[in-house]
């Protein structure tokens, strides 16, 4: 007893995707992605003040702050993001929107 097997699937499931018209503009996405901008640029903002500040002293928390200091630094961006961060959101989703119209 043969069992034939349907080879069509598989040869439709290794080929390729046939590209797609790009998706129309979307502002929610524009804005979350520029959301998420601005909180990184905020990250690395302060990153680099916290730098210079030494985790010495009668109150620092020594290796163990030096340690987490990235983390708290990234909690700070986002939080500040969420509060407005430095306003620049607005522009780039701006610019997001206005790139994803020109190219269709």
């Known amino acids: 007893m043969t069992t034939s097997i349907d080879t069509s699937a598989v040869l439709t499931s290794l080929q390729p995707g046939i ?3 790009p998706r129309a503009a979307d502002p929610a996405a524009a804005k979350k992605a520029a959301d998420q901008f601005e909180g ?3 990250t690395q ?4 003040m916290f730098n210079g ?3 010495d002293g009668p109150f620092g928390g020594g290796q163990g702050e030096a340690m987490f200091r990235s983390l708290l630094v990234d909690e700070y961006g ?3 993001t969420a509060q407005g961060g430095f306003g ?3 522009a780039i989703q701006r610019e997001l929107l206005k790139t994803q119209e020109t190219a269709h």
């Open 88 to 90: 620049l959101s607005p």
């Open 53 to 55: 500040i030494s985790t």
């Open 19 to 21: 590209p797609t018209a």
């Open 40 to 42: 990184v640029f905020i």
């Open 45 to 48: 903002f302060l990153g680099e």
């Open 78 to 80: 986002k939080q500040i």
